[in-house]
């Protein structure tokens, strides 16, 4: 078992994601359909069959039986990440928005009617403004550009390569919310100081050595693309963009070249030998108002080996360096729009986004019930159940670590819609109200705005003093988010009003689908709690070693499996293979989420057919889906696996190869191939791809 490291702070904050009536709702009573939610059903029904491909085996490759047309027929909608099915309910959040926007007299009543005007203000100036493409040459992004470090490529001899500083000038881009070679995290414990990890070379497709060996390679096109689009709008010439381009591709070869020294992997950085890297307090001064976390100590906040090898390549690379920053700026304002028709999605997407406290604010009183809080709630409760029964029939347990993890699971606080401290969440809404929106100058409004979203995200560090120790994350106020939450430091859980929508959740859906859609979810946020991170703390929240040494030795020894399981999937696309270590505490939670799910649908469905309420009796069609030739059973299992039907292309497969989430994909292809219960109701024959084995790697 392991402390937090001050340096390498993981996120103590795991997390992945209407008025309600009573048919299928988990405490009331089992009645027949009626008919709009019968066509409801059937129109659900329809939409999930045709994300399936019916001529898949389901035992050779759930995944694209259960996602292999999902690609063709998800709705048209601008992204600059790869999209799948249950992040698009942002989309569905963001057709909301555009309601919201309108609810004056909501405002009115709840006090914020100043930032909603600012929110019409900048969303009507988006909508007229010129976007797509970008332009680059405005001169307010110019002006900020050369305030923070320059641009050579546009400003020739003017720029003074004396006065430049690569490491300040990044300093200056994190208050943008623009990362080029600081990659700022914020701890989600008090007092919400920043943590780095390794800085993401590259603008559409993020680079390493093996995928821009040539000019041929995609990750080399997609970004000499964007690169010649921001240069071809200051009018240089062709021999100009050209060197300039090259001259950044030799850079990114030479970064990508010292991460390789230490495969990327910030552990194992530090193991490499080198001076300490003294640049810090400058960071410190530029992007946090010279706030002090560490009482004036020296200070090392990120791998000193790679910070004072990067310090001479820029050295070496001086200009390139300066061009790429100055263009890392520029992308973080760029729309990235394919297509101008799209602008409004955008505009919309930014306004939900950025103003992010303002808009929850507006749909947890407009959207979110007491119905809806209550019914999961119930869920909750049913997980909690089976999240016990596990822990009770771990026979690998001895009794006391039994004893300490029931204690554990007791004492776990449920939190349904959003966390609340109206303290707080009104200082961030103030906030909105700075924001300048300049009306001939979207530029200089985009900007402003991408400042305040920057600081609206430190908020919590930069007034740390005003608070108190067991202030929680701030992102746990925003109940309009697509996600759900565990959190090791008060062992509580999460689940956020925005993602109770389809794929994830609707009222009408039989609970067969509903357990195994937000049941799913909700059992692997609280499986977080017995992962490698969350079994360190025990049900204060407090960091504990409450294993004895033959169960955790039993524990780690269940861990490698998953490690183990989860490192052998290749993914052909880029001829990478998961990382089982990076993914492992995530692998963990979906499987023992998959199994508490399909227990408490289990248990709750014996509850409802022992005790028939008001006589009538629960009708087997009521927990399938119109439409689809499937067991109700089969179903929870259709529907855990939609959530991650998904569309990538090459770059998203680089882009996710270093998060802690499996791609989607082996996501589900891990979880269902080591879960009995899916090969017994899919009649997966052993030695079939989704049942290999019959010991299968199991935790919890």
Request: net charge negative; charged share 25%; aromatic share 12%.
């Given at each position: 078992?392991?402390?937090?490291?001050?340096?390498?702070?993981p996120?103590?904050l795991?997390?992945?994601?209407?008025?309600?009536?009573?048919?299928?709702?988990?405490g009331?009573?089992?009645?027949s359909?009626?008919?709009?939610?019968?066509?409801?059903l059937?129109?659900?029904g329809?939409?999930?069959?045709?994300?399936?491909?019916?001529?898949a085996d389901p035992?050779?490759?759930?995944?694209?039986y259960?996602?292999?047309?999902?690609?063709?027929?998800?709705?048209?909608?601008?992204?600059?990440?790869?999209?799948n099915?249950?992040?698009?309910?942002?989309?569905?959040?963001?057709?909301?928005t555009e309601?919201?926007?309108?609810?004056?007299?909501?405002?009115?009543?709840?006090?914020?009617s100043?930032?909603?005007?600012?929110?019409?203000?900048?969303?009507?100036?988006?909508?007229?403004?010129?976007?797509?493409?970008?332009?680059?040459a405005?001169?307010?992004?110019?002006?900020?550009?050369?305030s923070?470090?320059?641009?050579?490529?546009?400003?020739?001899?003017?720029w003074n390569?004396?006065?430049?500083?690569?490491f300040n000038?990044?300093?200056?881009?994190?208050?943008?919310?623009?990362?080029?070679l600081?990659l700022?995290?914020?701890?989600?414990q008090?007092?919400?100081?920043?943590?780095?990890?390794?800085p993401?070379?590259?603008f559409d497709?993020?680079?390493?050595?093996?995928n821009?060996v040539?000019s041929?390679s995609?990750a080399?096109?997609l970004n000499?693309?964007?690169?010649?689009?921001?240069l071809?709008a200051f009018?240089?010439?062709?021999d100009?963009?050209?060197?300039?381009?090259n001259?950044?591709?030799?850079?990114?070869?030479?970064?990508a070249?010292?991460e390789?020294?230490?495969?990327?992997?910030?552990?194992?950085?530090?193991?490499?030998?080198?001076?300490?890297?003294?640049?810090?307090?400058?960071?410190?001064?530029?992007?946090?108002?010279?706030?002090?976390?560490?009482?004036?100590?020296?200070?090392?906040?990120?791998?000193d080996?790679?910070?004072?090898?990067l310090?001479?390549?820029?050295?070496?690379?001086?200009?390139?360096?300066?061009?790429?920053?100055?263009?890392?700026?520029?992308?973080?304002?760029?729309?990235?729009?394919?297509?101008?028709?799209?602008?409004?999605?955008?505009?919309?997407?930014?306004?939900?986004m950025?103003l992010?406290?303002?808009?929850?604010?507006?749909y947890?009183?407009e959207?979110?019930?007491?119905?809806t809080?209550?019914?999961i709630?119930?869920?909750?409760?049913?997980?909690?159940?089976?999240l016990?029964?596990?822990l009770?029939?771990?026979?690998w347990?001895?009794t006391?670590?039994?004893?300490?993890?029931?204690?554990?699971?007791?004492?776990?606080?449920?939190?349904i819609?959003?966390?609340?401290?109206?303290?707080?969440?009104s200082?961030?809404?103030?906030?909105i109200?700075k924001?300048?929106?300049i009306?001939?100058?979207?530029?200089?409004s985009?900007?402003?705005?991408?400042?305040?979203?920057?600081?609206?995200?430190?908020?919590g560090?930069l007034?740390?003093?005003?608070m108190?120790n067991?202030?929680?994350?701030?992102?746990l106020l925003?109940?309009m988010?697509?996600?759900?939450?565990?959190?090791?430091?008060?062992?509580?859980?999460?689940?956020?009003?925005g993602i109770l929508?389809p794929?994830a959740?609707?009222?009408s859906?039989?609970?067969?689908?509903?357990?195994?859609?937000?049941?799913?979810?909700?059992g692997?946020?609280?499986t977080h709690g017995?992962?490698?991170?969350?079994?360190?703390?025990?049900?204060r929240g407090?960091?504990?070693?409450?294993?004895s040494?033959?169960?955790?030795?039993?524990?780690?020894?269940?861990t490698?499996?998953?490690?183990?399981?989860?490192?052998n999937?290749?993914?052909?696309?880029?001829?990478?293979?998961?990382?089982?270590?990076v993914?492992?505490d995530?692998?963990i939670?979906?499987?023992?989420?998959?199994r508490e799910?399909?227990?408490?649908?289990?248990?709750?469905?014996?509850?409802?057919q022992?005790?028939?309420?008001d006589?009538?009796?629960?009708?087997?069609?009521?927990?399938?889906?119109?439409?689809?030739?499937l067991?109700?059973?089969?179903?929870?299992?259709?529907?855990f696996?939609?959530?991650?039907?998904?569309?990538?292309?090459?770059e998203?497969?680089?882009?996710?190869?270093?998060?802690?989430?499996t791609i989607?994909?082996?996501?589900?292809?891990?979880a269902?191939?080591?879960?009995?219960?899916?090969?017994?109701?899919?009649k997966?024959?052993?030695g079939?791809?989704?049942?290999?084995?019959a010991?299968?790697?199991?935790?919890?």
């Open positions: 078992m392991f402390l937090i490291s001050k340096r390498f702070r996120s103590l795991s997390g992945v994601i209407y008025i309600l009536i009573c048919t299928f709702s988990l009331c009573e089992a009645r359909i009626g008919d709009e939610s019968l066509e409801s059937r129109s659900y329809a939409l999930m069959k045709s994300y399936m491909n019916l001529s035992c050779d490759d759930f995944y694209e259960a996602c292999g047309n999902w690609k063709n027929v998800k709705p048209p909608r601008q992204a600059s990440h790869r999209r099915n249950l992040l698009d309910i942002v989309y569905t959040l963001t057709d909301v309601q919201l926007l309108t609810r004056t007299q909501l405002a009115e009543a709840l006090n914020v100043e930032e909603l005007v600012i929110a019409q203000r900048f969303y009507n100036s988006c909508l007229m403004a010129e976007v797509f493409p970008l332009p680059a405005d001169p307010a992004y110019l002006s900020l550009i050369r923070i470090g320059g641009f050579p490529a546009v400003d020739g001899d003017a390569a004396s006065r430049f500083s690569w000038m990044s300093a200056h881009l994190t208050n943008y919310g623009a990362y080029g600081i700022e995290e914020i701890s989600t008090y007092p919400f100081d920043p943590y780095f990890k390794l993401e070379l590259g497709h993020i680079i390493h050595t093996d821009i040539n041929s995609r080399y096109k000499e693309k964007r690169m010649r689009g921001y071809n009018n240089l010439t062709e100009k963009i050209s060197s300039v381009i001259g950044v591709f030799d850079f990114w070869r030479e970064a070249a010292l390789d020294k230490f495969e990327g992997d910030s552990d194992k950085c530090e193991l490499l030998e080198g001076p300490p890297f003294g640049k810090w307090r400058s960071y410190y001064e530029i992007a946090w108002n010279g706030l002090d976390f560490d009482n004036g100590s020296d200070i090392s906040l990120f791998c080996f790679y910070y004072t090898e310090d001479k390549l820029c050295s070496k690379h001086q200009e390139a360096v300066a061009n790429y920053l100055a263009m890392v700026l520029l992308y973080r304002m760029d729309a990235k729009l394919k297509e101008g028709n799209k602008q409004k999605d955008y505009c919309l997407t930014k306004v939900q950025s992010s406290h303002l808009v929850s604010k507006l947890m009183a959207y979110f019930s007491k119905d809080h209550s019914e709630s119930a869920m909750v409760k049913e997980l909690r159940k089976s016990r029964q596990v009770e029939n771990a026979e347990l001895d006391e670590t039994r004893r300490e993890a029931l204690l554990k699971e007791a004492s776990i606080t449920p939190v819609g959003s966390y609340r401290n109206e303290e707080i969440s200082l961030l809404i103030d906030e109200g924001l300048s929106v009306e001939d100058s979207f530029p200089q985009m900007i402003n705005l991408q400042r305040l979203v920057t600081t609206l995200k430190r908020y560090g007034n740390f003093e005003k108190t067991d202030t929680k994350p701030l992102l925003l109940g988010q697509v996600n759900a939450f565990y959190y090791n430091l008060d062992n509580s859980i999460y689940v956020m009003a929508h794929p959740y609707h009222r859906w039989p609970d067969s689908l509903k357990f195994g859609t937000i049941g799913f979810l909700i692997h946020e609280l017995f992962d490698t991170m969350g079994s360190t703390f025990d049900g407090e960091v504990n070693n409450w294993w040494t033959k169960s955790e030795a039993e524990f780690q020894e269940r490698k499996c998953y490690v183990d399981h989860f490192s999937y290749l993914i052909p696309e880029i001829n990478r293979k998961i990382n089982g270590n993914t492992r995530e692998n939670a979906d499987a023992g989420g998959l799910a399909l227990a408490a649908y289990r248990s709750h469905m014996k509850k409802l022992s005790s028939p309420m006589n009538e009796t629960l009708e087997p069609q009521s927990q399938q889906m119109p439409g689809l030739d067991s109700a059973e089969q179903l929870f299992f259709l529907g696996a939609q959530l991650w039907c998904a569309d990538y292309e090459e998203h497969f680089w882009e996710e190869l270093t998060k802690e989430h989607d994909k082996y996501r589900v292809l891990g269902v191939s080591n879960n009995k219960d899916f090969a017994e109701v899919y997966c024959p052993l079939s791809p989704m049942h290999p084995k010991n299968t790697c199991r935790l919890w």
